[in-house]
């Protein structure tokens, strides 16, 4: 075998380097801070806010932020840079991974479609999911009454021992996110895959490609804020945020050379072409047209005269149906005015839809959620559902937390009082908040200590139901308390 002499190797060695030297600068991303949070409850519609500030970085800066999920979520999202907000809008589905073997080889795959959204558990039993059951006619809905500002309404403050909602809106504008550790550093790809998890990517930066000062001074703040119409189930979401700065691939004297000399290429890039383009004007104006052009302007002096012919012609023709359609002029007349009819029809009923999709849906997020203290619990096994804010049209209104019984707790009185309670105390219904709510009275309920009233409210139903209240009956372990509940009635 002949020997491989390494002088075989030199042209494209020489060829390599000159490639690599010919490459230009180009712009890298550097990571800032990368950090993980979690909500601080189960369920929640925010608005969650995570709060950053601008390194300052000459060549601009930007923010990653990963909402990794077992299941399903449905987000709006805002990102806001000082007081200006440079982006908005729906967060993209939640997209799970699957894992695939081909050829004894194990490889992760996207799914066809996105997971399934359930939030069942986070909602009020009978409550429509915001914006689901609204219809709204065309134009404003008729003024009505003044809306409370909640569904669920107490009628007077409670007092000393008894339990109601706190009616004190927290005063944070956003729900802190709590950091974790979970995912620290980053979205590691293996990580997500091997959790089998799903992942929305939302992106944006703000690149500086001129000569100016940096986009941003340090220290402004960086906002990025999440929320919902309705209660997401927020058990096992992690938003993990990556703050990075843009740095050129060079020094900063070498990238402002590089970039004044693209900006000397693109003006004299420019000035050829004005050159260009003035050399061919004086060249038309000393020759005249050429044939190309002339060819043109026939073309256009025919269409012209035809077009005058036949309007002298139809001018003269009133009942010529070739000018003017079925019935002549006339029936050209009457056509046009049924158009101008039915398209001042169309634009109302475009301006009643466009107005009715403005109160059918809100175009920011809802207030912080309101504190709430949970009344006594009604059985063992209840279940309690913190409240949230629903959307009717033109407005958030309240719909305070509820305890869920299961049926088995119905058939087994689970909570137990020494005594029977004080008589029932006397409520000023107020007017209802909304269409379709039916009174709840209050009633007393044991906390293992002391017996504590529970105000009555407006509640919204299931058609069909009725409302068997809470009761208590004497039996030989002592006073029961048997919950209250909605019951579909059969029969009339």
């Known amino acids: 075998m002949r020997p491989i002499h390494m002088t075989c190797f030199r042209p494209c060695l020489v060829c390599l380097v000159a490639l690599v030297g010919a490459c230009a600068p180009y712009m890298k991303s550097e990571t800032i801070s990368s950090a993980s949070f979690e909500a601080p409850e189960r369920c929640g519609q925010g608005p969650y806010e995570i709060a950053l500030q601008a390194r300052g970085s000459r060549w601009g800066e930007g923010v990653v932020v990963d909402i990794v999920s077992p299941h399903g979520l449905e987000f709006e999202h805002e990102i806001l840079v000082g007081d200006e907000t440079i982006r908005s809008g729906e967060v993209g589905p939640i997209v799970g991974v699957r894992q695939v073997s081909v050829d004894g080889q194990t490889r992760y795959e996207q799914a066809e479609e996105p997971m399934v959204f359930d939030n069942s558990s986070c909602l009020i039993q009978g409550v429509p999911v915001a914006g689901a059951s609204v219809r709204v006619a065309a134009g404003p809905p008729a003024e009505a009454a003044p809306v409370p500002d909640q569904v669920v309404v107490h009628t007077e403050v409670p007092p000393e021992g008894a339990i109601g909602e706190t009616l004190e809106a927290t005063a944070r504008a956003s729900l802190e996110l709590r950091a974790v550790p979970r995912f620290s550093g980053g979205v590691g790809r293996n990580h997500l895959f091997q959790h089998q998890l799903g992942r929305v990517h939302l992106h944006q930066d703000w690149e500086n490609d001129s000569l100016g000062p940096a986009p941003y001074a340090p220290g402004t703040p960086i906002r ?133 999709e403005a109160y059918a849906r809100p175009d920011g997020p809802p207030p912080p959620p309101r504190a709430q203290a949970q009344p006594p619990k009604p059985s063992l096994h209840a279940q309690w559902t913190p409240g949230y804010w629903h959307w009717i049209p033109r407005e958030w209104v309240w719909i305070g937390g509820r305890w869920t019984v299961p049926e088995s707790d119905y058939a087994t009185a689970t909570v137990v009082a020494p005594t029977q309670p004080p008589p029932p105390r006397a409520e000023a219904i107020p007017p209802p908040p909304g269409p379709g709510l039916v009174w709840v009275g209050g009633h007393w309920q044991w906390d293992n200590q002391q017996f504590v009233w529970v105000a009555g409210y407006w509640d919204l139903p299931a058609e069909g139901s009725v409302y068997q209240a809470p009761s208590w009956r004497v039996q030989n372990r002592g006073v029961v308390f048997v919950p209250g509940r909605w019951q579909v009635r059969i029969g009339r």
Do not use: K
Request: glycine share 6%.
């Open 224 to 356: 990025i804020r999440f929320w919902s119409t309705v209660p997401n189930l927020l058990e096992g979401v992690t938003f993990v945020v990556r703050h990075f700065g843009f740095v050129p691939t060079v020094s900063d004297e070498e990238y402002v050379a590089h970039l004044e000399g693209e900006r000397s290429e693109e003006e004299r890039r420019a000035a050829q072409r004005e050159l260009d383009r003035q050399e061919a004007a004086r060249e038309r104006a000393e020759n005249g047209p050429g044939r190309r052009e002339r060819r043109r302007m026939a073309r256009a002096e025919r269409r012209e005269r035809e077009r005058r012919e036949r309007h002298e012609f139809c001018n003269a023709h009133h009942d010529s149906e070739d000018c003017w359609g079925p019935g002549g002029l006339e029936g050209h007349r009457q056509r046009q005015a049924d158009s101008a009819a039915n398209a001042e029809i169309a634009q109302r009923e475009r301006a009643a839809a466009a107005e009715a």
